[in-house]
Nanobody, 116 residues
Framework: QVQLVESGGGLVQPGGSLRLSCAAS????????MAWYRQAPGKERELVAA????????NYADSVKGRFTISRDNAKSTVYLQMNSLKPEDTAAYYCNVILGFVDYWGQGTQVTVSS
């Protein structure tokens, strides 16, 4: 069955970096758009970054452009989110997402806290 397992979150100081990983199984990662979302307490879940199926590019929320990079290792069935120059407002639970045949799949999330 489809599984998405996030890892790599933690506590980091403002200006620091983290790399999140999303290990996928049950489908071929390269064939689908993969995305990272985040949700802060009291706020709606929002799209952070997405990477389209092979060769069709990426897109980012305006708030993370130039700081975050989404990438994919098809051989490892893993999607990454490199986060640099982190700000306190980046604090949230981060979720990996894929849509297969009109069904939304989510991982369990990984917490990112940016604080001094």
């Amino acid at each position: 069955q489809v599984q998405l397992v996030e890892s790599g979150g933690g506590l980091v100081q403002p200006g620091g970096s983290l790399r999140l990983s999303c290990a996928a199984s049950g489908f071929t990662v390269s064939r689908y758009r993969m995305a990272w979302y985040r949700q802060a307490p009291g706020k709606e879940r929002e799209l952070v970054a997405a990477i389209r199926s092979a060769g069709y590019g990426t897109n980012y929320a305006d708030s993370v452009k130039g700081r975050f990079t989404i990438s994919r290792d098809n051989a490892k069935s893993t999607v990454y989110l490199q986060m640099n120059s982190l700000k306190p407002e980046d604090t949230a639970a981060y979720y990996c997402n894929v849509i297969l045949g009109f069904v939304d799949y989510w991982g369990q999330g990984t917490q990112v806290t940016v604080s001094s």
